[in-house]
C-alpha cells in the first residue's frame, strides 16, 4: 500500500519483485526471476511467500534435480563472505552470502541450516521453521538440520513436532543425551499442554511445577510462555509487526485460543495492508479448528463406533475441513503457481472433492516435484480408479511401488497400501493372479490389513 504521500514502500517494492519474479519464472527467464525474487526477499526477509518462490525457483533452474560437486567450487568466495559477515554480526549481509550460494546449490543443507540460524537471529521466526524443515526434507537424517529444527519448533510452543526431530537425532547419534532429555521433557510438556491445562498461566504453573520435581531440569521449559508474553509486549508496540503477529499466532493456535489468534491476526492483516502471510496465517487458524473438529469427532466414534449421528458428524466434519481446504490452497496455488507441494496439496483436495479431472491435471504438474512424486502418483492412481480407468491407476500405483522398492528404507505401512491398492486394481482388470500376488505382499506384513484377508480368500476358493 503506498504512502500518504504516493512513494512506494518497501513492501510495494517487494510485491512488484515478487510479481515480476513469478512472471519471469513462468516463461523461464530463471537467472532474471531469481534476481527479481531475492529482491523481494531482501526487501521482507520475513516473508515465507517471497521466499518459498525463490526456492523453488532456484531448484526448478536446475530441473529439480541437484547439481553436481563443481558447483561446490563455485560458491567458495560466496563462502568466504559469509564467515567474515557473520564473524562481524552483519546478519543481512550473511543472509544475502547464503543466498548467493544457495543459487548455485539450493540442495545445500549446512548451508539451509546456516540460514535458518541467521534468519531466528533476526527474529523471524517462521521463515527460519521453514527453511529448516526444507533442510531436513532435503536430508531427513542431518543431525545439525534435525537439532536446530527441534529448537525452533519448541519456540513455537509445537511440541510433537520437536520430539519428532530429536528423535531422529537420537536415531543418528544414540550416544546422544541431550536428544533423551529433550524428548522426555516435551512429552512432559505436551501432556500438560493437551491434557489439564488450556490457559497459558494454568501452563506456566504446572510446567513450574514439573521442573521444581527434577533437580535436572533447565530452564528452557517455561521458553514458549516468556515468549508468548514477550510477543504480547511487541504487537502492542509495533501493529505492523507482521512476523511478531504470526508467531504469537502460532503459540496461541498451539493453545487451542483460537478466536484470541484470529482477532490478532484480524489487526494484523488491517495494519499491513492486508499482506499475504497475515492471509495465509487467519487460514491456518480456522483449519485448525476444522481439524480439531474432526479429530473430536473421530475419537468420538472410536468409543462409540455403532452410533450413527456420530458418523455423520465426522462425515460432516471432514467434508467442511476438506471444502475450506480447498477454497483455501486454490487462493495459495493462484499465488504461488510454481510451488509443487501446494499443487500436490490442491489436487489432492480436489479428489476428495470427486473434482478428479481437475485433481488429475493438478497432481500430474506435482509429481515432477521428487517430493512430492509419491504422493502425486498414488492420488493419481486414486482418480483413475475412481474413473474406473484401472490400466492408468495400475500404471500409477506400480511407479509408487518402484520409488518406494528403490528407497533405502520403505515404509512398511506404505508398502502394504500399495500392494493392496494393485491387487484391488487387478481384480478390476480380471488379472486374477497379479491381483492375488499383491494381496499375498499385504498380507505377509499385516495380515489384519483392511480386508485382504477375505479378498485372498475368495481368490484361492
Given amino acids: 500500500m503506498a504512502s500518504a504521500g504516493g512513494s512506494e514502500t518497501t513492501r510495494d517494492k517487494a510485491q512488484r519483485f515478487y510479481v515480476h519474479g513469478l512472471e519471469a519464472a513462468r516463461k523461464g527467464n530463471f537467472e532474471y526471476a531469481i534476481q527479481l525474487l531475492r529482491e523481494a526477499c531482501s526487501a521482507c526477509p520475513d516473508s515465507l511467500i517471497y521466499r518459498r518462490a525463490l526456492r523453488a525457483t532456484q531448484r526448478q533452474r536446475y530441473g529439480n534435480k541437484p547439481p553436481g560437486r563443481l558447483k561446490a567450487v563455485?560458491?567458495?568466495?560466496?563462502?568466504?563472505?559469509?564467515?567474515?559477515?557473520?564473524?562481524?554480526?552483519?546478519?543481512?549481509?550473511?543472509?544475502?552470502?547464503?543466498?548467493?550460494?544457495?543459487?548455485?546449490?539450493?540442495?545445500?543443507?549446512?548451508?539451509?541450516?546456516?540460514?535458518?540460524?541467521?534468519?531466528?537471529?533476526?527474529?523471524?521466526?517462521?521463515?527460519?521453521?521453514?527453511?529448516?524443515?526444507?533442510?531436513?526434507?532435503?536430508?531427513?537424517?542431518?543431525?545439525?538440520?534435525?537439532?536446530?529444527?527441534?529448537?525452533?519448533?519448541?519456540?513455537?510452543?509445537?511440541?510433537?513436532?520437536?520430539?519428532?526431530?530429536?528423535?531422529?537425532?537420537?536415531?543418528?547419534?544414540?550416544?546422544?543425551?541431550?536428544?533423551?532429555?529433550?524428548?522426555?521433557?516435551?512429552?512432559?510438556?505436551?501432556?500438560?499442554?493437551?491434557?489439564?491445562?488450556?490457559?497459558?498461566?494454568?501452563?506456566?504453573?504446572?510446567?513450574?511445577?514439573?521442573?521444581?520435581?527434577?533437580?535436572?531440569?533447565?530452564?528452557?521449559?517455561?521458553?514458549?510462555?516468556?515468549?508468548?508474553?514477550?510477543?504480547?509486549?511487541?504487537v502492542e508496540a509495533d501493529p505492523a509487526d507482521l512476523a511478531a503477529h504470526i508467531e504469537l499466532s502460532r503459540l496461541l493456535r498451539a493453545r487451542r485460543r483460537w478466536d484470541e489468534a484470529s482477532k490478532l491476526m484480524q489487526r494484523a492483516l488491517h495494519a499491513t495492508g492486508g499482506h499475504p502471510d497475515a492471509q495465509t496465517e487467519l487460514a491456518e487458524i480456522e483449519l485448525d479448528r476444522l481439524r480439531y473438529d474432526v479429530e473430536a469427532a473421530r475419537s468420538a466414534l472410536e468409543r462409540t463406533p455403532d452410533d450413527p449421528a456420530l458418523r455423520e458428524r465426522l462425515k460432516v466434519a471432514e467434508r467442511r475441513l476438506n471444502e475450506y481446504e480447498l477454497r483455501e490452497y486454490r487462493r495459495r496455488v493462484e499465488r504461488q503457481p510454481t510451488d509443487a507441494r501446494l499443487r500436490c496439496e490442491f489436487g489432492i483436495r480436489l479428489a476428495r472433492a470427486g473434482l478428479y479431472d481437475q485433481a488429475i491435471s493438478e497432481l500430474q504438474r506435482a509429481r515432477?516435484?521428487?517430493?512430492?512424486?509419491?504422493?502425486?502418483?498414488?492420488?493419481?492412481?486414486?482418480?483413475?480408479?475412481?474413473?474406473?480407468?484401472?490400466?492408468?491407476?495400475?500404471?500409477?500405483?506400480?511407479?509408487?511401488?518402484?520409488?518406494?522398492?528403490?528407497?533405502?528404507?520403505?515404509?512398511?505401512?506404505?508398502?502394504?497400501?500399495?500392494?493392496?491398492?494393485?491387487?484391488?486394481?487387478?481384480?478390476?482388470?480380471?488379472?486374477?493372479?497379479?491381483?492375488?500376488?499383491?494381496?499375498?505382499?499385504?498380507?505377509?506384513?499385516?495380515?489384519?490389513?483392511?480386508?485382504?484377508?477375505?479378498?485372498?480368500?475368495?481368490?484361492?476358493?
Fill in 74 to 234: 563455485a560458491t567458495l568466495g560466496a563462502r568466504a563472505r559469509l564467515r567474515t559477515h557473520l564473524a562481524r554480526g552483519d546478519l543481512a549481509k550473511a543472509l544475502e552470502a547464503c543466498e548467493d550460494i544457495l543459487t548455485s546449490n539450493p540442495w545445500d543443507v549446512g548451508v539451509l541450516v546456516q540460514q535458518a540460524e541467521i534468519l531466528d537471529r533476526m527474529g523471524h521466526l517462521d521463515a527460519a521453521v521453514w527453511t529448516a524443515e526444507i533442510a531436513v526434507q532435503t536430508d531427513p537424517d542431518d543431525v545439525a538440520a534435525n537439532r536446530l529444527l527441534a529448537v525452533l519448533y519448541e519456540k513455537r510452543g509445537e511440541y510433537s513436532r520437536a520430539i519428532a526431530c530429536w528423535q531422529r537425532v537420537q536415531k543418528a547419534c544414540p550416544e546422544d543425551k541431550e536428544a533423551g532429555a529433550r524428548i522426555k521433557d516435551l512429552a512432559a510438556a505436551e501432556t500438560i499442554e493437551r491434557g489439564k491445562y488450556e490457559e497459558a498461566d494454568q501452563a506456566h504453573e504446572a510446567i513450574t511445577q514439573l521442573a521444581q520435581s527434577h533437580p535436572h531440569a533447565d530452564a528452557t521449559r517455561t521458553r514458549p510462555e516468556q515468549r508468548l508474553e514477550e510477543l504480547k509486549q511487541r
Fill in 368 to 461: 515432477n516435484d521428487p517430493r512430492q512424486r509419491f504422493r502425486a502418483l498414488m492420488w493419481l492412481g486414486h482418480c483413475f480408479f475412481a474413473k474406473r480407468i484401472y490400466r492408468l491407476a495400475e500404471r500409477h500405483y506400480r511407479e509408487a511401488l518402484e520409488l518406494l522398492k528403490a528407497a533405502a528404507n520403505p515404509h512398511t505401512d506404505q508398502l502394504k497400501e500399495v500392494h493392496y491398492l494393485l491387487g484391488r486394481t487387478y481384480e478390476e482388470l480380471g488379472e486374477l493372479q497379479q491381483a492375488q500376488t499383491h494381496y499375498e505382499e499385504t498380507a505377509a506384513m499385516d495380515y489384519g490389513y483392511r480386508d485382504v484377508a477375505r479378498r485372498l480368500e475368495q481368490l484361492t476358493n
